[in-house]
């Protein structure tokens, strides 16, 4: 047998053993109970915020920012949405959806949903922990899961914990899933046109890829800023009207595929040999890697934010997973199981959306599904780039570091486009889940701070004012650098301005 005819066999060895470690123990056994049981936890310790205060988050979304210290305005409530969000409305609402469809059947939807609802308040509490124990830059704040854990916890070590396994996580892998899942897309509408050596397209689309994201990730957090709020509301609003018309044209069938969802949802059929473990495993972790809710990545964007008080924050990144899950998940969903023509076998099958998409609307829908994924998987490069920035600057603020990572994060970028979509994706499974496995177990404990910023605020508002937190507030909080009292504030809100 020669080299090349070894090398696939030796690579698929590799994502099954990676795959039976993640769906037979780390997920099904620690992951997913873990995550269960402390999300059920903070929803019941902030008494259902995440159901009760959603007029509220909508609410928050137009806070003003103030001055940073280079003196331009720092990143905005909604910007930092943006950018979380550019990090969340990917591949994982498109590409991720079909895979867990595929796997584990359409009951996989069912169980993205029903965990959204829950970890909205994991991500209420890791964002406004974020928001707490920010610290201040030249463009205005940066934290996240790091700085909690170090400030709140007094845990350096799990701080430096986190930031590798995010940079490990994002700035690599799922930066290599993005590029990867780019040159699939356009690979089917180029295949449709004309016929190309199997080399030549995931070489271009590598280079291209990397040579615009230089163009912006060199220009800094604001610029990374301004992309994500540019593209996003663009395509999601595009995907969203693609995915409505689907839904009429196939009205008829739409009491039927909902049936669907919940008879596979219990086991009540099986589908393509998946189990209700599988089902579940699938629902549950293609969720969390859409709506990254206790993930411990939201919340470095979350902590860029400059509001009036933490708790701003904290409901503005849970308004982001009702966003992406039940929103563009499920509209993905939804094409998918009333467009898909074909016969899902169990195995990973990425491509069904835009399959679905132009099976409905016809071949020019694939070209323009292959735009749209095209855009959300940029802008996922975009905010990965940014959570890992953001997490080496925890590490190290040395300028030549920073330089590296640009240069690291970039030729990853260049390799997942010419990876095997399989190793990509069971990797990310795997990385994914030991970076909540380090923020779950982190904010836990941190939970009770959360808590109190959330009574702190719901006090304020029923006095009638709009909430603004001082460290002075809980002067038992430790680790608190931002959030002086106003009188300690105006003198350096003053050297801000004029600097």
């Known amino acids: 047998m020669s080299v090349a005819d070894a090398a696939p066999t030796l690579d698929a060895r590799i994502t099954d053993a990676i795959a039976f470690f993640n769906n037979e123990i780390f997920w099904a056994w620690i992951l997913i109970p873990l995550l269960v049981l402390v999300s059920l936890y903070f929803t019941i310790g902030s008494g259902g915020v995440q159901f009760r205060m959603i007029p509220e988050m909508f609410r928050v979304l137009g806070s003003k920012p103030e001055i940073a210290p280079d003196g331009k305005r720092a990143v905005s409530s909604i910007q930092a949405f943006m950018i979380s969000a550019a990090a969340r409305v990917g591949t994982g609402n498109i590409i991720g959806v079909a895979v867990a469809i595929s796997l584990g059947g359409p009951g996989a939807v069912f169980w993205m949903w029903a965990m959204a609802l829950v970890v909205g308040a994991a991500s209420f509490i890791e964002s406004t922990l974020a928001q707490l124990y920010k610290v201040r830059d030249k463009t205005g704040y940066r934290g996240g899961p790091s700085y909690y854990m170090e400030r709140g916890l007094g845990a350096r070590w799990a701080g430096v914990l986190f930031s590798i396994t995010i940079l490990a996580t994002f700035a690599m892998v799922f930066n290599a899933v993005q590029s990867n899942t780019i040159v699939g897309a356009v690979g089917n509408s180029v295949d449709q046109v004309a016929a190309t050596p199997g080399w030549v397209l995931p070489v271009v689309v590598g280079l291209a890829l990397v040579l615009v994201t ?50 596979h949802a219990f086991g009540i059929r099986e589908f393509a040999a998946a189990g209700l473990a599988m089902v579940i495993i699938q629902g549950v972790r293609r969720g969390m890697f859409s709506n990254e809710a206790g993930l411990g990545s939201a919340p470095v964007a979350a902590a860029s934010a400059s509001v009036s008080h933490p708790v701003k924050q904290g409901l503005v990144q849970s308004l982001g997973v009702y966003f992406d899950t039940l929103v563009i998940c499920s509209i993905t969903a939804f094409v998918i199981l009333l467009g898909y023509q074909g016969t899902l076998d169990g195995t990973r099958e990425p491509d069904l959306t835009q399959h ?144």
């Open 214 to 263: 230089a163009l912006v990730i060199f220009g800094g957090v604001r610029r990374i800023a301004n992309t994500a709020q540019a593209l996003i509301p663009s395509f999601a609003l595009v995907y969203v009207l693609l995915g409505l018309f689907v839904m009429v044209v196939n009205y008829d069938q739409i009491p039927g595929m909902f049936a669907l969802i919940i008879q």
């Open 356 to 499: 679905a998409m132009t099976a409905v609307m016809g071949p020019w829908a694939l070209h323009l599904m292959t735009l749209i994924i095209v855009l959300v998987a940029f802008t996922s490069v975009l905010g990965n780039y940014y959570y890992g920035e953001s997490n080496l600057e925890y590490l190290t603020g040395s300028a030549n570091a920073m330089f590296v990572y640009k240069i690291l994060f970039l030729t990853a970028t260049f390799l997942g486009a010419l990876g095997s979509i399989d190793l990509v994706w069971t990797l990310a499974d795997t990385t994914m889940g030991l970076m909540a496995l380090v923020n779950l177990v982190a904010i836990t404990p941190l939970a009770v701070i959360a808590f109190r910023l959330l009574k702190d605020y719901n006090e304020q508002r029923r006095q009638g004012i709009d909430p603004v937190f001082t460290r002075d507030r809980m002067p038992d909080l430790r680790g608190v650098e931002c959030w002086e009292p106003r009188e300690e504030a105006e003198p350096k809100e003053k050297g801000r301005v004029s600097s």
